[in-house]
């Protein structure tokens, strides 16, 4: 079983930083890709940033510049770096795990990041 383990959101003020962790325990298959998402209230999920086992990785376009993703190898551990936040980063942000380009086939429990003004 497949296990999601993320950490490191909370309360941040505005132009602050946060670093989120996520934790891959239990995956029997070759991970592909491996990211993370937000959910704010009353908004859709949208893509903030994923790694792709090529070393290639995508960004939301609205932490470009901002947030940086990477990974540890050794331990199946992805991290967000957010620096420069702002208000409207504020949102439940979710780890997800795929085993090919395009599928989000697992995913975290999510970890609540709030960025005060």
């Known amino acids: 079983q497949v296990q999601l383990v993320e950490s490191g959101g909370g309360l941040v003020q505005a132009g602050g930083s946060l670093r989120l962790s996520c934790a891959a325990s239990g995956s029997r298959f070759r991970i592909y890709r491996m990211g993370w998402y937000r959910q704010a209230p009353g908004k859709q999920r949208e893509l903030v940033a994923v790694?792709?086992?090529?070393?290639?990785?995508d960004y939301g376009y609205s932490v470009k510049g901002r947030f940086t993703i990477s990974r540890d190898n050794g331990k199946n551990t992805v991290y967000l770096q957010m620096n420069s936040l702002k208000p409207e980063d504020t949102a439940v942000y979710y780890c997800?795990?795929?085993?090919?380009?395009?599928?989000?086939?697992?995913w975290g429990q999510g970890t609540q990041v709030t960025v005060s003004s």
């Open positions: 997800a795990l795929g085993y090919d380009a395009v599928s989000n086939d697992r």
């Open positions: 790694w792709h086992s090529d070393g290639s990785t």
